[in-house]
């Protein structure tokens, strides 16, 4: 072989090993997809591995800042349940005025003018007990009205 001949085939070969790499090098479609599937899987599972290294770590970091975080937290939520109050308080009051009102427009009595009504039959009850009581005990003594409906009643 001539020296010509040789650097043919070496350069026939060097070409042959290019092509080979560049075959290699460039992947279908396919493979390439199934590869890139896999990469994910594999950085899943590093996430899961490390959430459960860290997990607690991170448990731990978190409470701490909670509890850190608590006291400047405390105070907003107080006035929004003192704001809430005070809201809560005016409507309720709104409510109960607007019920007297309409169960007056209606005609139907109050809790108090109930009360009241009870109150003076009460009186009026007990004093009526007492004017029995003092006929009974003297009967020429009781007034003439009195007597006059005692007659009438019987």
Known sequence: MTEE?????????????????????????????????????????????????????????????????????KRPVENVRTKTGEIVGKVETRVEDSLTSLLGKLGIPSRGEIASLAERVANLTEKLETMKSDEKKSPGKASTKTGQKTAAAE
């Open 5 to 73: 001949t040789r650097e043919h085939e070496a350069q026939q070969t060097q070409e042959s090993s290019e092509k080979a790499e560049a075959q290699e090098g460039k992947k279908s479609k396919p493979e390439e997809l199934k590869e890139s599937a896999q990469k994910i899987w594999f950085a899943g599972l590093g996430a899961l591995a490390m959430a459960e290294e860290e997990g607690s770590k991170l448990f731990q970091n978190l409470v701490s800042r909670g509890e850190a975080f608590a006291p400047r937290a």
